[in-house]
């Protein structure tokens, strides 16, 4: 298949669904490289331009949020169209936000690979393009301090859930729930780091 400009740029930080990713679209001829946060993202970029970034939210170092903003806000960047992934960041003002980002589409996951092809053709087969103007550095702040706020209560919410459950369940059925905790717990604390990285950004943007 005839891509343009380069190849498609996928950012999953989760190995067994960055692997899956890649070989669906290889599978069908593009060509791919990938990164495992928005950070190794902005270093792939600078060495390929690529036709297409695909990219999940909620990642280390550098989130999804971030790294759209980055990419939008640089004269370089601001026309590869991108496609957001997400499993966390699914709700209505999740998907208004990325959208004013600059995101030409927004996927949930579990990744559908047929709604993913076809999602990546007809984004490749559009031509350049259209994107916002970047969102102002106040903007962006407030909205994603917003996004990270709404999922931290959520997260903490589905602990307290959980944790509630688990005391009424007999013990041949707490496995399950207990990794499901676990799993809770670890995203809880992946949020608070984000949120605790972008607050001390905006002391610094605000000084």
């Not at 997400?86 to 690979?113: C, H, I, M, N, W």
């Amino acid at each position: 298949m005839s891509i343009p400009y380069g190849p498609l740029l996928v950012v999953e930080d989760i190995a067994h669904i960055l692997q899956l990713l890649e070989v669906t679209l290889r599978f069908k001829g593009y060509p791919v490289v990938t990164a495992r946060n928005g950070q190794e993202a902005l270093e792939k970029i600078q060495i390929e331009h690529p036709a297409l970034i695909i990219t999940d939210i909620l990642m280390p170092k550098l989130d999804g949020f971030a790294l759209v903003h980055r990419l939008r806000t640089d004269p370089k960047t601001n026309r590869i169209p991108i496609i957001f992934l997400s499993a966390t960041y699914v709700t209505p003002e999740d998907k208004q936000f990325a959208l004013k980002l600059g995101a030409v589409r927004f996927l949930e996951k579990p990744v559908d690979t047929e709604e993913l092809l076809l999602t990546v053709a007809e984004v490749l087969t559009a031509g350049p393009a259209t994107v916002p103007k970047p969102l102002e550095e106040q903007a962006f702040y407030k909205g994603y301090r917003e996004r990270l706020e709404s999922k931290l209560r959520h997260k903490i919410n589905q602990i307290q859930r959980t944790e509630r459950l688990l005391e009424s369940l007999p013990e041949d059925q707490k496995a399950a729930f207990i990794t499901l905790l676990e799993e809770s717990r670890a995203h809880r604390e992946e949020i608070q780091r984000e949120l605790d990285d972008l607050y001390q950004l905006i002391k610094q943007y605000t000084e």
